[in-house]
């Protein structure tokens, strides 16, 4: 990390670090001092939404640390699905596309914290000056279209018990504690499922020690076990993303 990024992103307030964002240290030094002087500090507040359909995309966000975004899609009568789940070895916004940017999905805070933004334009016109730098977003996009491609197949596919245990493994690797809220509502509107269905699958895993769940707040307990009544999903879309961005991913609480 050099002493120019510090000082730009750090300054004299409590902020959280650049490499607090796995995406953006994974940068290098040129192309950190490149966009440092372009992001701001920014509060993820949980239940926040970001953006809607139909909105355009001006702002790039990059979690922090435990924070996490959900990216749904929404029908007209109301129903959502979580497409894709962004914590702090991403970005959310302007990733992929030049120009004019409407939101497709509705990206909502899933777990509050700390953010990173930049404007969307700025962000495209450096992508323009550094080569590696467009490649690493490219390589992201790629990754973030990988996990929307395997949330189809999975949706269609397999068990919601099974879908919750991806989805929490995919929260617990995120959120870096092995404990993080989350309602029975929250978990039902992102499987796309009835909350009922939701309280029946999870009560079959605190039954199995797999997990714990009171007040709205999920534990972990059992994170290999975990991972075994998890459909293939949750795995396959990590080794994508670790062959595309090799060390990118947060690591597995311990």
Known sequence: MT?????????????????AN????????????????????????RGEVLFEPGDEVDTTYFPCHRAMISLRLA?????????????REGALGGVVSAGHKPAFGRAVVQIPG???????????????RSHAFSELFARYADALLAQVM?????NALHSIEERCCRWLLAAHDRAGDHSFPMTQQDLAEMLGVQRTSVTAASSKLQAQGLISYRRG??????REALERAACECYEAVERHF?????????PKPG
Request: net charge negative; glycine share 6%.
């Open 75 to 87: 029908t007209r009568d109301g129903q959502e699905i979580e497409a894709a789940t962004v914590g």
């Open 150 to 154: 395997q949330s189809v197949a999975c």
């Open 217 to 222: 707040v999920v534990e972990v307990l059992d």
């Open 3 to 19: 002493a120019h990024f510090v000082k730009k992103i750090v300054g004299e307030a409590a902020r959280p670090a650049p490499t």
């Open 114 to 128: 700390d953010a990173f933004r930049i404007e969307t334009a700025r962000l495209e016109e450096l992508k323009g």
């Open 242 to 250: 670790e062959r595309l961005l090799p060390g990118v991913q947060p």
């Open 22 to 45: 796995r995406l953006l240290a994974a940068l290098g030094p040129a192309d950190r001092d490149l966009i440092a002087p372009h992001l701001s500090s920014f509060p993820l507040r």
